[in-house]
């Protein structure tokens, strides 16, 4: 814990300058007899303006302002906490927007392109989100002028097209064959749910007593902390997942269509046994 240093940032309002059922005033300073704890006690502010709409609707009504945080101060990700507030003064909304935009003439945040009026986008003149292309309505695009979503393309309504001027979600190749899937079938299918189980980076404890030569050289410390955290293979996690489905589950994925065993034990290490 930091103390008696001057740390400035960012606090997002309610209309009437609340906060968690606290009322501030804008200028003024705030004192609270805690100890800071991240999403407990003290008073929470952002070094970034951007990063405080990570906890708060980016709407105009709400109060932005200026902040200087003294006494106890602790930090934790994007997110600060303080005992001691000072509210410096407020921002106004066009002041607020060239502050939380790389880009220019945005109304939405976290664009590093320009006239966008959704969030997160790096290209331009966008109303939706999350977009690398250019005049977009919908979200995910690296194409432009698409009202749909995941297009790389160009004038689609449709979504996951690579084309132009689709209105019509394209159908998906499965085990390298086409298929009669489009993307959002195989996203709302009871097998991608299923393989969306499939543990990554699981942690194994290895005691000491029963690592081999090579491990011992890699992790030396096991010796004093009786032993180390193994990350278990991917296709190890894959195989033990498998072993732990049903068999109405494994008929579930060998049912995918045009489901190839070889392909499969190849991506994932997993040997289906197709009766």
Request: glycine share 8%.
């Given at each position: 814990m930091d103390k008696e240093k001057v740390v400035k940032g960012f606090k997002v309002f309610n209309p009437d300058w609340t906060c968690r059922n606290k009322v501030y005033t804008c200028p003024g300073k705030f004192e609270?007899?805690?100890?800071?704890?991240?999403?407990?006690?003290?008073?929470?502010?952002?070094?970034?303006?951007?990063?405080?709409?990570?906890?708060?609707?980016?709407?105009?009504?709400?109060?932005?302002?200026?902040?200087?945080?003294?006494?106890?101060?602790?930090?934790?990700?994007?997110?600060?906490?303080?005992?001691?507030?000072?509210?410096?003064?407020?921002?106004?909304?066009?002041e607020l927007l060239e502050i939380v935009n790389i880009g220019k003439k945005c109304t939405g945040h976290h664009n590093s392109g320009d006239c966008n009026s959704g969030n997160w986008n790096s290209g331009n003149?966008?109303?939706?989100?999350?977009?690398?292309?250019?005049?977009?309505?919908?979200?995910?695009?690296?194409?432009?002028?698409?009202?749909?979503?995941?297009?790389?393309?160009n004038w689609n309504k449709c979504s996951f097209s690579n084309g132009c001027f689709n209105t019509i979600d394209p159908k998906i190749y499965l085990f390298n064959k086409p298929s009669t899937w489009t993307y959002q079938d195989w996203l709302?299918?009871?097998?991608?749910?299923?393989?969306?189980?499939?543990?990554?980076?699981?942690?194994?404890?290895?005691?000491?007593?029963?690592?081999n030569k090579e491990e011992k050289e890699f992790h030396p410390e096991a010796e004093i902390t009786g032993g180390y955290l193994k990350i278990l293979d991917s296709c190890k996690n894959a195989v033990t997942w498998w072993e732990r489905l049903s068999k109405e589950q494994k008929q579930i994925i060998i049912e995918i269509p045009n489901f190839d065993k070889e392909i499969f034990k190849e991506i994932t290490g997993i040997d289906v046994d197709v009766e």
């Open positions: 609270e007899e805690v100890i800071p704890s991240i999403c407990d006690k003290g008073m929470h502010f952002c070094k970034k303006a951007v990063d405080c709409f990570n906890y708060y609707s980016f709407r105009s009504e709400n109060k932005v302002a200026e902040v200087a945080a003294y006494g106890d101060i602790i930090e934790k990700g994007d997110k600060c906490c303080t005992n001691k507030l000072e509210i410096i003064r407020e921002i106004p909304w066009n003149c966008n109303s939706g989100n999350w977009n690398s292309g250019n005049r977009n309505s919908g979200d995910c695009n690296s194409g432009d002028w698409n009202s749909g979503n995941c297009n790389s393309g709302e299918s009871d097998a991608c749910h299923l393989l969306k189980q499939v543990p990554m980076d699981v942690l194994e404890y290895v005691p000491f007593g029963k690592m």
